[in-house]
Antibody, heavy 116, light 107 residues
């Protein structure tokens, strides 16, 4: 059975760095794209970017290019989303999702709160 | 980027009603269009992919149609568990943007 398990909720201060994770199981991790999707409080879904763990090919939405880094470590079946300097506006729920175009499986979400 | 415009943004309906949501793409996306359901505090769930293909296990009261730039999502007879927010999403080319969502509420 396919599972995507995300790391837990985080509370950070502006300017701090953060890396959240998404561990896949039950399928061939290297062979499928993983996407990251943001949902700000009370708002809709924002597609951020994708990574192909097989060769670490990564693509970003222009809205998020340069703002975050998406990566994957295929040796431990884990994808990552990271920030080098958080802003209050990064406070949101972040989901990872599995698929090349449509997302059949989703992580449970990771709530990131950035507050001074 | 391709922009996805859903309408309406919100909708009040009763159990048993037929409801339709539309999604318009800013350019031709063929049939690369998906529909998701999201309930509060939960991750989205895929209902329909490639405009009209029902994901296995999704009730047949859900359906989708369209191609090119104009798409519709229909629930033929609303059930209590269908009150949620629905999103369209394209995957014609990157970025694979979502529509802004349609919140379906109980009348």
């Amino acid at each position: 059975e396919v599972h995507l398990v995300q790391s837990g909720a985080e509370v950070k201060k502006p300017g701090e760095s953060l890396k959240i994770s998404c561990k896949g199981s039950g399928y061939s991790f290297n062979a499928y794209w993983i996407a990251w999707v943001r949902q700000m409080p009370g708002k809709g879904l924002d597609w951020m970017g994708i990574v192909y763990p097989g060769d670490s090919d990564t693509r970003y939405s222009p809205s998020f290019q340069g703002q975050v880094t998406i990566s994957a470590d295929r040796s431990i079946n884990t994808a990552y989303l990271q920030w080098s300097s958080l802003k209050a506006s990064d406070s949101a729920m972040y989901y990872c999702a599995l698929g090349s175009g449509y997302y059949d499986y989703w992580g449970q979400g990771a709530l990131v709160t950035v507050s001074s | 980027d391709i922009q996805m415009t859903q309408s309406p943004s919100s909708l009040s309906a009763s159990v048993g009603d037929r409801v339709t949501i539309t999604c318009q793409a800013s350019q031709d996306i063929s049939n690369y269009l998906n529909w998701y359901q999201q309930k509060p505090g939960k991750a989205p769930k895929l209902l329909i992919f490639d405009a009209s293909n029902l994901k296995t296990g999704v009730p047949s009261r859900f359906s989708g149609s369209g191609s090119g730039t104009d798409f519709t999502f229909t629930i033929s007879s609303l059930q209590p568990e269908d009150f949620a927010t629905y999103y369209c999403q394209h995957y014609h080319n990157l970025p694979y943007n979502f529509g802004q969502g349609t919140k379906l509420e109980i009348k």
